[in-house]
């Protein structure tokens, strides 16, 4: 196969691979590189048929094997450049979930290539790309916190414009479930909102209750005698009191 550049009708920089340049796109970050292979493979495009025209010369594009015809009108190669972005993304939704596909989101996980949470007392956990919908068009990227198990926007506009169905439902979970060495401790702090150092009525009603429940899970495991400790995945770490925590944040801001 001659190695040609490849020239994008959206402006972007020349590249010589239509995936690399696809990756080096501004905004498409969260993306890993799915393997030519995969992508060649028609059992992996099952049912893709019905978000995509022309499969065939769109594989053809991705994979470097033909060009888009630089005699076809403006608008008809931007519909062809924009079809074979849909379809990359949509193999990729498929690919993640796929050892190799998790190999590769591992990096990026462990680069913090999806950013971190940003609550406070899961000390910045790496966050995880997640999709509401498998379907395309109904909902944008998500980012999922495998500390307190709650999903985020994306700070970046450029990355809250990202379909969701590029990643999944299912990402996240399979994720987890085959490296689950990185499911964190959950931390058991829980903000209460105080006026001059008391609590207010009503918001340490709700505390108290989050507390009991968060109580009753924890007895209810040792009853099964289920491991729950920090040292176990997904366990609870130990509370840290008030004291402690006070002299951890002074010593951070020494060191500053």
Known sequence: MAQQEYISDSGSEYTEYWIDWFLGTRGNEYFCDVDVEYITDRFNLTGL?????????????????QQINEDQPAEVKRNIEESAKLLYALIHARFIITMRGLNKMLEK?????????PRV?????????????DTPRVESVKLYCPNCEDIYNPKSSRHASIDGAFFGTSFPAMFLQTYPE???????????????GFQIHE??????WRTL???????????KEIKHDEETPGGFAKPVPEYERVKTNKRS???K
């Not at 918001?203 to 108290?208: G, I, V």
Request: aromatic letters at 10%; one cysteine or more; charged letters at 25%.
């Open 109 to 117: 996980y462990r680069n913090g290539d999806f950013g971190f949470c």
């Open 253 to 255: 801001r020494n060191k």
């Open 203 to 208: 918001n340490a009603q709700l505390t108290r």
């Open 213 to 223: 429940q968060k109580q009753k899970l924890i007895e209810n495991l040792d009853k």
């Open 182 to 196: 990185l499911v964190p401790s959950h931390n058991t702090e829980i903000f209460t909102p105080k006026i001059f």
């Open 49 to 65: 048929n019905q978000y995509v025209d022309r499969i065939s010369l769109l594989i053809d594009i991705i994979t470097d094997h």
């Open 121 to 133: 007392y899961c000390k910045l956990t790496p966050l995880l790309p997640i999709g509401l919908s």
